[in-house]
């Protein structure tokens, strides 16, 4: 089972960025998806989620508007699109596979990409 983060890197504010996330060795689409993001010296913090179809989704306060998860369940890639990015969205950005909608809980992760937003 492998999730592999892709497309960090440093980005001014204001600008866009794309991460993405592609899964191997299980189902892809019998899982939710997450993305969540870790500061230095903060908790981690759950960013958004979709649903197994991508009906579904669920985003943090702090990036709602910004921030969108999408899917593609032929490539079995999920995607955050990050806009509008901001110094305080600095942080490792990890993606995670659940089968459980409702628990906090995650089957997979990733090994994480870095978003640094700086000018």
């Known amino acids: 089972v492998q999730l592999v983060e892709s497309g960090g890197g440093l980005v001014q504010p204001g600008g866009s960025q794309r991460l993405s996330c592609a899964a191997s060795g299980f189902t892809f689409s019998d899982y939710h998806m997450r993305w969540y993001r870790q500061a230095p010296r903060k908790e981690r913090e759950l960013v958004a989620r979709i649903s197994t179809a991508g009906g579904t989704t669920d985003y943090a306060d702090s990036v709602k508007g910004r921030f969108t998860i999408s899917r593609d369940n032929d490539k079995n890639t999920v995607y955050l699109q990050m806009n509008s990015l901001k110094p305080e969205d600095t942080a490792v950005y990890y993606c995670?596979?659940?089968?459980?909608?409702?628990?906090?809980?995650?089957?997979?992760w990733g090994q994480g990409t870095q978003v640094t937003v700086s000018s």
């Open positions: 995670a596979a659940t089968g459980i909608w409702w628990t906090s809980a995650n089957d997979y």
